[in-house]
């Protein structure tokens, strides 16, 4: 069973803005109802409350962007064209705060938001944000939709027996998981490696077909001689194809080549008649996909490993 791991550094940040989000909604959705009672100011004041807390909101988001890589131009630029230094300026607080959750997210933290975890608030905002989907609404995960990207199934097993003919065996395999796209790219590298070594074989054997005196070789039988002479100059431009092929298929990363086979997959699913198969499962795309290990069918002949 895959469990969560503690949120540090980038995870941190991430789950802080989506509690941040959750507080703002709240907040705000409480603002609607028109009978409720206003003073003088009270309008003003809830509407400054709400600025207030967007402006933790974007000082979370910057924090999430540093801790994953964006450049300071690239916020100055989102942030409405300002220059690297401005967006320096503007939010050089959350250097010292993107510093302090390399370590997680501070126990006070935790307490102000009366839990003893941020694996446990990450699974109390799976709640929220499941409780308020509406009809219509895409999740691509609607069973760990905020912890998904914090679950880890530890370390792949070897799955190089694993049959993927069984529908949900292979379907696994197209999946986020990562051990699903570690079994991916091992197979494709194994694959178009024996293709690049089969294509070699038969351009290797034409070359020497074509450096051979084939008249010499068979004198009282010419029509051998024209045979394989015919054969090496059709195989030739096939072996060149097919190693040219190899290379772009495995150059190609594995975020393209798998989009290509979910929809092929979809398609033959709809084609054997699974009209309802509209397209790939949520569940099995993004972190979430971690929760779903795979499918016990794919183990039928082989065993899973200890």
Do not use: C
Not at 49 to 57: N, T
Not at 185 to 200: H, Q, S, Y
């Amino acid at each position: 069973m895959a469990e969560l791991r503690d949120p540090r550094g980038a995870d941190a940040a991430r789950l802080l803005y989506a509690d941040t989000a959750r507080r703002l909604s709240d907040f705000v959705r409480r603002l609607v109802p028109t009978s409720r009672d206003h003073g003088p100011g009270d309008y003003l004041h809830e509407a400054l409350l709400v600025m207030r807390e967007a402006e933790r909101l974007l000082e979370l988001a910057v924090i999430t962007e540093r801790a994953q890589g964006t450049t300071w131009d690239t916020i100055g630029e989102t942030a409405g064209g300002i220059t690297k230094q401005s967006a320096q300026r503007k939010w050089a607080e959350t250097t010292e705060a993107l510093t302090i959750l390399t370590e997680g997210i501070h126990p006070d933290a935790l307490r102000s938001r009366h839990v003893p975890t941020a694996q446990r608030l990450a699974e109390d905002l799976d709640d929220w944000y499941t409780r308020h989907l509406q009809p219509g609404d895409d999740a691509d995960d609607v069973a760990r939709p905020v912890s998904g990207y914090l679950l880890d199934p530890g370390p792949s097993p070897d799955l190089s027996a694993y049959d993927t003919g069984p529908d949900e065996a292979y379907e696994w395999l197209l999946s986020d998981h990562p051990w699903a796209r570690t079994e991916r790219i091992r197979r494709v590298e194994t694959g178009w490696d024996a293709e690049l070594r089969n294509a070699a074989d038969v351009r290797t054997w034409t070359d020497h077909i074509q450096g051979t005196d084939l008249d010499q070789r068979y004198p009282h039988n010419p029509e051998i001689a024209q045979n394989l002479r015919g054969l090496a100059d059709l195989m030739r431009p096939i072996a060149d194809e097919q190693q040219l092929r190899a290379h772009l298929e495995a150059a190609a990363p594995d975020e393209i080549r798998v989009e290509r086979l979910r929809e092929r997959w979809v398609n033959h699913r709809r084609a054997q008649g699974d009209h309802d198969y509209r397209r790939y499962p949520a569940h099995l795309l993004g972190p979430g996909a971690a929760a779903y290990p795979p499918p016990e069918s794919g183990w039928r002949d082989t065993g899973r490993p200890t």
